[in-house]
């Protein structure tokens, strides 16, 4: 058997294991939360189920390649110039990279160290340095994170996180964000299906930003026709909306 053979049979064989172990987690997941058991909703839950994920390979929102907003954010007709970006949950470094690729200068925080670890070897492979800090998002002033960011970006990480957290999330983002910033905010509207209590509303959006001065410009659903989840395009199974939101000035 040729060496690349070998491979594709390997593939072929550890593929659906991976999928089983995904499968398996999501089941256990749905079960526990069935039995209404507490910590469920909790960081330690979703937190371990991140880091399942991470540890199996199975990152399945991982695209590679940063969102077409940003991109026309940051080269498009009206493009913001180069400054400070708070990348949040910013998993292996895709946007982040981007970003400091085209002058920003970048912080990237995620709670997965792996995750971490992925986003510095394509940071050193790509000739760049964005800062990547482990830490948990809801907690942003425990770890220094400092303020002035004019751009702050989150592809899926609020819409996971717990209910019981989002204002504190909410809150340090807005002490970190300068006036006059935008944010581009990235989540699902609430899933038929999760392991964790995932998504969120554009009013949800609307209303918690509102209380800590931001402005919502726009929502809009968005595809993400790229990714694959169980075999399905993921936009059949997740509805994605993108928004856009703008720090007022004090
Ligand atoms: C769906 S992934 C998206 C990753 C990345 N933004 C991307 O688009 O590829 C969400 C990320 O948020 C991170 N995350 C979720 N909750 C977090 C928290 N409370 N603190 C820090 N990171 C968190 C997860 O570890 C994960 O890497």
């Given at each position: 058997?040729?060496r690349?053979?070998?491979?594709g049979?390997?593939?072929r ?9 995904g499968?398996?987690?999501v089941?256990?997941?749905v ?5 209404g ?8 839950w979703?937190?371990?189920?991140y880091r399942?994920?991470?540890?199996l ?5 991982d ?11 940051v ?11 708070l990348?949040i ?11 400091a690729?085209h ?6 925080v995620?709670?997965?160290p ?13 000739g760049?340095?964005?800062r ?7 907690r942003?002033?425990?770890f220094?994170i400092g ?12 819409h996971?996180?717990?209910?019981d957290q989002r ?20 989540g699902f509207?609430p899933?038929r ?5 995932a998504?969120v ?9 509102h209380?800590h ?7 809009e ?23 856009a ?5 004090v």
């Amino acid at each position: 058997m040729t060496r690349k053979a070998a491979g594709g049979r390997r593939r072929r064989l550890v593929a659906p294991l991976l999928a089983g172990l995904g499968a398996g987690l999501v089941a256990t997941a749905v079960l526990l939360r069935r039995r209404g058991e507490a910590w469920v909703e909790g960081p330690r839950w979703y937190g371990f189920v991140y880091r399942t994920f991470y540890l199996l390979g199975l990152r399945v929102w991982d695209r590679g390649t940063p969102a077409p907003e940003l991109v026309e954010l940051v080269e498009g007709s009206s493009s913001v110039p180069p400054g400070r970006a708070l990348d949040i949950g910013c998993g292996t470094g895709t946007e982040s990279i981007y970003l400091a690729e085209h002058g920003w200068d970048v912080t990237g925080v995620d709670m997965v160290p792996r995750a971490l670890a992925i986003a510095r070897r394509k940071a050193a492979t790509a000739g760049v340095s964005p800062r990547f800090v482990q830490g948990d998002v809801t907690r942003l002033r425990d770890f220094g994170i400092g303020d002035g960011y004019i751009l702050l970006l989150d592809f899926g990480c609020f819409h996971t996180i717990p209910p019981d957290q989002r204002d504190a999330y909410v809150e340090g983002v807005s002490q970190a964000a300068a006036p006059g910033s935008t944010f581009l905010l990235f989540g699902f509207r609430p899933p038929r299906l999760a392991p964790m209590r995932a998504g969120v509303t554009t009013e949800e959006v609307r209303e918690r930003f509102h209380d800590h001065g931001w402005e919502l410009v726009s929502a809009e659903r968005k595809s993400i026709d790229e990714i694959e989840v169980a075999g399905k395009p993921a936009d059949e199974l997740f509805e994605l909306w993108g928004y856009a939101l703008r720090r007022l000035p004090v």
